[in-house]
């Protein structure tokens, strides 16, 4: 049994991706991912000032459901990249689905370049696609109609 969230943790809230062009981002999440819009806000004033460190900034949020999680994409007006090196910190969102070889071929259907083709990685297959900004999204197929990674381990 989990050890009790030192915090007081209730449940998983949601992911939140930085995006360049949120129309562009919203297209892709879309058609990709089936992102279901939920709220599509504009930000600005002395709390975004805060959480930012930025005087006078200005941005613009949309949530919405894939998969039953929350994803919100997040643009304030940056186009900078992270460094490229080691996988460190964040690194991926990921989806589980039925068949990975039609999820890899609707991919390219869609338009889209695949990072490769299907893998077998310890008994999971898996491939990936970018966003339009470079954030990998994983597809995922566990073996014997497991459907996550907490029921692959065990939990």
């Not at 360049?20 to 981002?25: E, F, L, V, Y």
């Not at 893998?119 to 966003?131: E, K």
Request: charged share 20%; aromatic share 8%; with cysteine.
């Amino acid at each position: 049994m989990a050890e009790p969230s030192p915090l007081g943790l209730r449940s998983f809230s949601h992911i939140c991706i930085g995006v360049a062009d949120m129309n562009r981002a919203l297209d892709f999440y879309r058609r990709l991912l089936g992102f279901d819009l939920v709220f599509d806000i504009e930000l600005e004033g002395p709390s975004l000032e805060a959480v930012t460190g930025k005087r006078g900034a200005k941005g613009r949020m949309a949530g919405g459901l894939v998969a039953g999680a929350m994803v919100e994409l997040l643009a304030l007006g940056s186009t900078e990249r992270p460094p490229a090196g080691p996988h460190l910190g964040y690194t991926n969102i990921s989806f589980c689905v039925d068949d990975l070889d039609a999820a890899h071929a609707r991919v390219v259907e869609l338009g889209y370049a695949p990072a490769q083709a299907p893998v077998d990685i310890g008994g999971v297959r898996m491939f990936f696609v970018n966003d339009p900004d470079g954030t990998p999204i994983e597809f995922v197929e566990f073996p014997d109609g497991i459907v996550s990674s907490a029921q692959l381990w065990g939990r």
